[in-house]
């Protein structure tokens, strides 16, 4: 069975830090890792995804995220965070024999001006 | 392209009732997801398809709820009937391939008065 944590229910930032949202992993053979963030009455919308390759991933936005296989996480970053990135953001993995994603329950970023 | 279509955004309807909720996948898109969300149990997959055939249904919470798509254009998903417990956020996602990201529309909002 494949499934995500993502420990965090929110996650508060002053604009200009660096931002973390963490995400863990399960899941049979190698992972496909997806974040997707989600605004106020919005769908969802693809930020990245690793797939094989280079364990750093760059995104939109400025966004990036490390896979660490050893540690089975794949936690989104970005070196300065902007009051404009508040939103949920959802991790989601699905493992490389299976076709639908599973997603985390969301962490909530907040940062602050 | 205008991206993933869903129809209606919003819909209150009374207990009993049947429910149809509507989705227009991206063009050339292989895959159909339909997901619920809800603040409790977060994002959940209900359904999926792979060249307009059911794939995995596991998802679906009851038999009041019924999914189709009778083309590579057009997806449905049904509820009957309706219950309150089954006020969420419906969102459809589309994708091409297995390695890619999905797209989401942006979600039907049903409340089952």
Redo the contacts between chains.
Sequence with gaps: AQSVAQPEDQVNVAEGNPLTVKCTYSVSGNP?L?W?VQYP??????LL?Y?TGDNLVKGSYGFEAEFNKSQTSFHLKKPSALVSDSALY?CAVRGPAV????????TRLTVKP | DAGVIQSPRHEVTEMGQEVTLRCKPISGHDYLFWYRQTMMRGLELLIYFNNNVPIDDSGMPEDRFSAKMPNASFSTLKIQPSEPRDSAVYFCASKLGQGTEAFFGQGTRLTVV
Excluded: E
């Design positions: 496909y997806f997707y009455n919005r769908g969802l919308q693809f995804k797939i959802f076709l639908d994603m599973r997603f985390g329950a969301g």
